[in-house]
């Protein structure tokens, strides 16, 4: 069963129902249409996209992306997105087809303590970054062939299994492209694995200081810095950074704010660094990223 709001004209993720009468493990669905849906929308299913025919602009949170055939995407539960094919797919003469390979399962589809075994830690860790949206490059086995295979598998067993072995090879895979933003994510503090981030995502939009956050870890703040950096790969100030544009973004697509409130509201204390800093994490400024989501509205 798919629920959708047909009318929905802005930028707003909808919640999309996917539920799955059959009480499937999960589910693959061959896309084919003049266009994909052009409504940004969100469901509690975790989704695996293979693109095979088209092109267009990819929305993920607050990533924006052109896509084309042969990208494979992984998008974690409640995760905004949408494919946005290119304007001559909606021409009234157009002949243009878009297609997909679509998987959608939960995250507990093999049951809840499944992912408590010892040897799925990579599962585990695929999830979490799916929160984010991943994009796999270069992948060095078919997707396409593994997926068809998946689709035309009888037995229910055999299928989960082989289904279990894909997600396998997509957790070992290096060459990976996480999308959204780690700010733009509807978090509580309880989801994070210690009390810095805790504290960091409790209290971004304010001054957040290095040394305090280091204080919450016991370690001297040079010592926590060296720390967080080979854990991250970024530097704390960069890390705060991104969570708050993340959080911007959020407010200027979907809440409809104003850049300088934004700005304040995503914890900035001025304009001019904010705008920098916007630049700097989304390659586009704050009016810029607002423009090409408007243009997306006009569209739907």
Not at 52 to 78: A, C, M, Q, W, Y
Not at 123 to 131: C, D, Q
Not at 236 to 245: A, D
Request: glycine share 4%.
């Amino acid at each position: 069963m798919i629920w959708v709001n047909l009318t929905a004209t802005n930028m707003k993720p909808r919640l999309l129902n996917r539920s799955n009468e059959q009480r499937q493990a999960f589910s693959i669905k061959r896309n084919r249409f003049p266009y994909f849906l052009k409504i940004r929308h969100y469901h509690p299913e975790l989704e695996l996209v293979y693109i095979t025919e088209s092109t267009g602009t990819r929305f993920v949170g607050d990533h924006i992306e052109k896509f084309e055939p042969g990208e494979l995407v992984l998008l974690g539960k409640n995760l905004p997105h949408m494919w946005l094919n290119d304007k001559d797919y909606f021409q009234s003469d157009s002949n243009m087809i878009a297609e997909a390979l679509c998987i959608h399962f939960k995250e507990d589809f093999t049951g809840k303590h499944f992912l408590e075994l010892a040897g799925t830690e990579s599962l585990t860790e695929l999830f979490k970054n799916a929160r984010r949206g991943i994009r796999f490059i270069n992948l060095d086995f078919p997707a396409a062939e593994i997926i068809e295979d998946l689709a035309l598998e009888k037995d229910e067993f055999q299928q989960l299994l082989k289904f279990l072995t894909f997600l396998q090879k997509l957790a070992k895979h290096k060459q990976i492209k996480l999308l959204s933003s780690e700010g733009y994510l509807e978090r509580k503090p309880e989801e994070h694995s210690d009390k810095t981030h805790e504290f960091i995502f409790k209290n971004f939009t304010k001054q957040i200081l290095l040394s305090e956050v280091a204080a919450i870890a016991r370690m001297n703040p040079s010592a926590f810095s060296r720390y967080f950096k080979r854990i991250h790969r970024k530097t704390f100030s960069r890390y705060l950074i991104e969570i708050r544009i993340g959080y911007a973004c959020k407010l200027l697509i979907e809440n409809k704010i104003n850049i300088s409130s934004a700005c304040y509201e995503s914890g900035f204390n001025n304009i001019s660094n904010f705008n920098k800093q916007f630049r700097n994490i989304m390659d586009m400024s704050p009016s810029q990223y607002i423009k090409q989501h408007r243009k997306v509205e006009e569209k739907i």
